[in-house]
């Protein structure tokens, strides 16, 4: 007996169940709140290390003949799409379900697609996020764990930006997003780009580090001046530059700490007899 899911037959309640669940358009959040990740042992999404994650990145920029400014995302499509198969579509029409979820991309991978949403508030450098998030999971072979995939908005924070917990999904989001930040902003044109304009800004290390912001007005416009630089550069958004900095070591951010945390973080430890 074989069961039709949204996207193929399958003998499997499991395989069954979890198109379904894929097929809501259901949020990252959503989807580790009703998986279970123990389910397929076989399908355990396997560790990448940030290295080898700018390892990729730094292929693919090979690829394309990168040297400077803007990636052409395109021109990386176009690869793929001659090595995979990959169909990508842009400024797609969003269903009303997907409008009211703020759903900005998709990824399916069998046969490989990706579509871009059109948006009722156009952001270049949140769409160029959004397609490198889910060439990422192309690239990362993500399509030997999931169906499909949702980009929602609140996926490219700063906060998802952290470490993963662990599960299977949050794992390859966060691969998936580290990937896409490398491939938006290269690794080496980025930290020779930063000190170029830590030089010209006179800005030194006072023990936080080259690029350190809070909420002093003289520090948040020396790092307004410095991730306007990478935003125009790279054709990004704020946050994705932001991130980028803190992931290569080059910016603190203190912004969300309180005087007296700043203070006590400052003070040296001491080890009590």
């Known amino acids: 007996m074989y069961l039709q899911s949204p996207t193929r037959y399958t003998n499997s309640l499991s395989d069954f169940l979890e198109d379904l669940l894929l097929d809501q358009a259901l949020s990252p959040g959503q989807l580790r709140a009703i998986t279970n990740v123990q389910a397929k042992p076989s399908g355990v999404v396997p560790f990448v290390g940030k290295e080898i994650l700018e390892n990729v990145a730094s292929r693919v920029h090979q690829d394309i003949s990168y040297l400077s400014g803007r990636v052409a995302l395109d021109r990386v499509c176009d690869t793929e799409r001659d090595r995979s198969g990959l169909v990508l579509k842009l400024d797609a029409e969003p269903s009303s379900d997907f409008v009211e979820r703020q759903i900005l991309g998709r990824i399916t991978f069998d046969p490989p697609t990706i579509e871009i949403f059109r948006q009722a508030s156009p952001n270049a450098g949140r769409n160029r996020f959004t397609l490198a998030h889910e060439l990422a999971h192309h690239l990362l072979g993500h399509g030997d764990h999931m169906v499909r995939e949702y980009c929602q908005d609140d996926d490219f924070s700063i906060e998802s930006g ?112």
């Open 162 to 273: 952290q470490a993963p917990d662990g599960t299977d999904i949050k794992r390859m989001e966060f691969q998936a997003n580290y990937l896409a930040s490398s491939l938006l902003l290269p690794k080496h044109n980025v930290i020779e780009d930063f000190h170029g304009l830590v030089g010209k800004l006179g800005l030194s290390n006072r023990g936080y580090g080259l690029l350190y912001v809070d909420k002093q007005p003289c520090n948040i416009q020396n790092f307004e001046t410095i991730s306007a630089h990478f935003m125009t550069e790279y054709g990004v958004s704020r946050t994705a530059a932001t991130l980028r900095l803190q992931a290569l070591g080059l910016l603190r951010d203190d912004r969300n700490l309180s005087a007296s945390q700043r203070v006590m973080e400052k003070l040296p430890s001491v080890d009590w007899p």
